[in-house]
């Protein structure tokens, strides 16, 4: 397996770069406003990474890893795997900071923590698959429907979809 393996300070500003193998960031890595990046390998952080972009997209047919020693957060985050899906490893949780989308795949946990910190409902935008694990969704006092896609197993047919509306929690 060939790694992308960063030492050095790494910009990614007003562009898209897509990463086909292992991408590891051993330096500084800092996603500017309007940039985009696609994964079609893994993903490891072992040291600074900012995210300010525009998108971050996993995509692929065969599984993917996101993990590292280092603390990773999105600001937007896509998943769209409709292979076996992506699975956290590393010793970190993962945040995506603002809108996360799941087209495709079973995004899997393990001891880690999958973090959604927006408060806003309509940030979690959901066509298929579902979270297999810890799902952590920060929600505002009102009255919208947060969608919480969660399920257990590796097959999308063991998705569950709860809802929280207006104080109270509703599941399918």
């Known amino acids: 397996m060939k790694n992308i393996i960063t030492h050095t300070a790494l910009?990614?500003?007003?562009?898209?770069l897509n990463a086909q193998q292992q991408f590891t960031n051993n330096g500084n890595i800092?996603?500017?406003?309007?940039?985009?990046?696609?994964?079609?390998g893994d993903f490891v952080n072992n040291s600074s990474?900012?995210?300010?972009?525009?998108?971050?997209?996993?995509?692929?047919t065969s599984a993917q890893n996101i993990?590292?020693?280092?603390?990773?957060?999105?600001?937007?985050l896509t998943i769209a795997n409709s292979g076996?899906?992506?699975?956290?490893s590393g010793s970190t949780n993962l945040t995506?900071?603002?809108?996360?989308?799941l087209t495709s795949g079973v995004v899997t946990?393990?001891?880690n923590i999958f973090i959604l910190s927006n408060t806003t409902a309509a940030n979690l935008v959901y066509t298929n698959g579902f979270i297999y694990g810890t799902f952590r969704r920060y929600i505002a006092s009102n009255a919208s429907t947060y969608?919480?896609?969660?399920g257990n197993g590796t097959a999308s047919t063991n998705r569950h979809q709860v809802s929280f509306v207006n104080n109270s929690i509703t599941g399918v």
């Not at 076996?84 to 956290?88: A, D, E, K, S």
């Not at 995506?96 to 989308?101: C, I, L, Y």
């Not at 969608?147 to 969660?150: A, R, S």
């Open 84 to 88: 076996i899906g992506v699975t956290l």
């Open 49 to 60: 990474f900012t995210d300010a972009g525009q998108a971050v997209f996993f995509v692929g």
């Open 96 to 101: 995506v900071a603002n809108s996360f989308t």
């Open 11 to 16: 910009l990614f500003s007003f562009f898209s």
């Open 30 to 40: 800092k996603i500017q406003p309007g940039a985009s990046i696609a994964f079609y």
């Open 67 to 76: 993990g590292g020693s280092s603390a990773t957060t999105f600001n937007n």
């Open 109 to 111: 946990t393990g001891a």
């Open 147 to 150: 969608l919480f896609p969660v």
